[in-house]
């Protein structure tokens, strides 16, 4: 199957500052990629869909100015979370779709807000 | 009602049983179904696909898909304890860059005793 890197795996930051999140197919080309979030227990919640060279689409009641996502390349997607709190703390999953309607996803970044 | 039904379980089954796990739908338009396991804090990976309707078979593995019914199942035979893990069904109308998106189940938890 295809490989979805994410990096870093883990982040722990102050309240306040930015972190980037890059997501990357590793064996193929990605027009779109999609990020979630995911709870403990929970399921994922899709955020936004990212394609490349232009701008993503976000889910209804997702701060776009908040989570900012660009798709520069077409096995490069990155998701930066700005002022960041610690209700943002979470796991934060990325995947790139293939043309017959899968999707495979990256490991995972788990983020931490102190 | 949620479009994408799944019993979260959890489930718990001895080494070598079958595992019959189970999804039902509401959205008719449907046409792309994929299995996942995801493990603690790991990103899903995919297990199963099918289009439409029918059974597919992979190893230990089978996946059926009864559009009729709105119901989908993943049978898991010879059970293994690296088996324990969180399944989620996954669904879409569409392939990614028509405008679809995965619509997840709320995953099972399934554990393996040795």
């Known amino acids: 199957g295809a490989v979805v890197s994410q990096h870093p795996s883990r982040v722990i930051c102050k309240s306040g500052t930015s972190v980037k999140i890059e997501c990357r197919s590793l064996?193929?080309?990605?027009?779109?990629m999609f990020w979630y979030r995911q709870f403990p227990k929970k399921s994922l919640m899709l955020m936004a869909t990212?394609?490349?060279?232009?701008?993503?689409?976000?889910e209804q009641g997702v701060e776009k100015d908040k989570f900012l996502i660009n798709h520069a390349s077409l096995t490069l997607s990155t998701l930066t979370v700005t002022s960041a709190h610690p209700e943002d703390s979470s796991f934060y999953i990325c995947?790139?779709?293939?043309?017959?309607?899968?999707?495979?996803f990256g490991p995972g970044t788990r983020l931490t807000v102190l | 009602q949620k479009e994408v039904e799944q019993d979260p379980g959890p489930l718990s089954v001895p080494e070598g049983a079958i595992v019959s796990l189970n999804c039902t739908y509401s959205?008719?338009?449907?046409?792309?179904f994929m299995w996942y396991r995801q493990y603690s804090r790991k990103g899903p990976e995919l297990l199963m696909y099918?289009?439409?309707?029918g059974n597919k078979e992979d190893g230990r593995f089978t996946a059926q898909v009864d559009k009729s019914s709105k119901y989908i199942s993943l049978f898991i035979r010879d059970s293994q304890p690296s088996d324990s893990a969180t399944y989620l069904c996954?669904?879409?109308?569409?392939?990614?860059?028509?405008?679809?998106?995965?619509?997840f189940g709320q995953g099972t938890e399934l554990s393996v005793k040795p």
């Open positions: 099918t289009y439409s309707s």
């Open positions: 995947s790139a779709g293939q043309n017959i309607g899968t999707q495979y």
């Open positions: 064996d193929f080309q990605a027009t779109t």
């Open positions: 996954a669904m879409s109308a569409m392939i990614y860059n028509q405008g679809g998106k995965l619509i």
């Open positions: 990212s394609n490349e060279g232009s701008k993503a689409t976000y």
């Open positions: 959205n008719s338009a449907f046409q792309y």
